[in-house]
T-cell receptor, first 111, second 116 residues
Framework: GENVEQHPSTLSVQEGDSAVIKCTYS??????FPWYKQELGKRPQLIID?????GEKKDQRIAVTLNKTAKHFSLHITETQPEDSAVYFC??????????FGRGTSLIVHP | NAGVMQNPRHLVRRRGQEARLRCSPM?????VYWYRQLPEEGLKFMVY????????ESGMPKERFSAEFPKEGPSILRIQQVVRGDSAAYFC??????????????FGPGTRLTVL
């Protein structure tokens, strides 16, 4: 089955800095890679996703890059704000329709 | 357009009791997925259902756990004879389809189960 590794587990940045979270996956058949943000006690919310026919996707301060050859993908947040503080999960999904999630990255943005 | 609904939001049970968790998908979504989340861990897949069908239950323990998604009404995750290790947050998600382009999963607010 699919195995997703996510790093770092904790990321602390100053407001205005950039944050990068990296994930690797094992199944070369995976073709869909969503990212979710989960605030304490809340539901996971989709913030951006990318499919395997695209190498990069941007949405305002958030971008995701995908390297299919190396089987890794990354989330980039620019100009971080305190409200970006949350746990971020990556996921990879292939033909089974079931995404496999990483263990999460706790992002702390200090004002 | 109401999002995915789950109830109850919090559920306390004593060991040996039954827990019933309910999930109503987003309007227009007929695919439901249940996940379990332990503190400081990721989301672990349990079961994937379509109306009246279990599509994939590979992540659900064979004993004590069952799930259904009837033709009418919410999806139900049922845990019989709960044990302390069942304490976790249980999330459901829904999508319109498993097909690429319509497969994005949207999560409900979760049910936090505490077993005393």
């Amino acid at each position: 089955g699919e195995n997703v590794e996510q790093h770092p587990s904790t990321l602390s940045v100053q407001e205005g800095d950039s944050a990068v979270i990296k994930c690797t996956y094992s199944d070369s058949a995976s073709n869909y890679f969503p990212w979710y943000k989960q605030e304490l006690g809340k539901r996971p919310q989709l913030i951006i996703d990318i499919r395997s026919n695209v190498g990069e996707k941007k949405d305002q301060r958030i971008a995701v890059t995908l390297n299919k050859t190396a089987k890794h993908f990354s989330l980039h947040i620019t100009e971080t704000q305190p409200e970006d503080s949350a746990v971020y999960f990556c996921a990879a999904r292939g033909g089974s329709y079931i995404p496999t999630f990483g263990r999460g990255t706790s992002l702390i943005v200090h004002p | 357009n109401a999002g995915v609904m789950q109830n109850p939001r919090h559920l306390v049970r004593r060991r040996g009791q039954e827990a019933r968790l309910r999930c109503s998908p987003m309007k227009g979504h007929s695919h439901v997925y249940w996940y379990r989340q332990l503190p400081e861990e990721g989301l672990k897949f349990m079961v994937y259902l379509q109306k009246e069908n279990i599509i994939d239950e590979s992540g659900m323990p064979k004993e004590r756990f069952s799930a259904e998604f009837p033709k009418e009404g919410p999806s139900i995750l049922r845990i019989q004879q709960v044990v302390r290790g069942d304490s976790a947050a249980y999330f459901c998600a829904s999508s319109p389809s498993p097909v690429a382009g319509r497969d994005t999963q949207y999560f409900g607010p979760g049910t936090r189960l505490t077993v005393l």
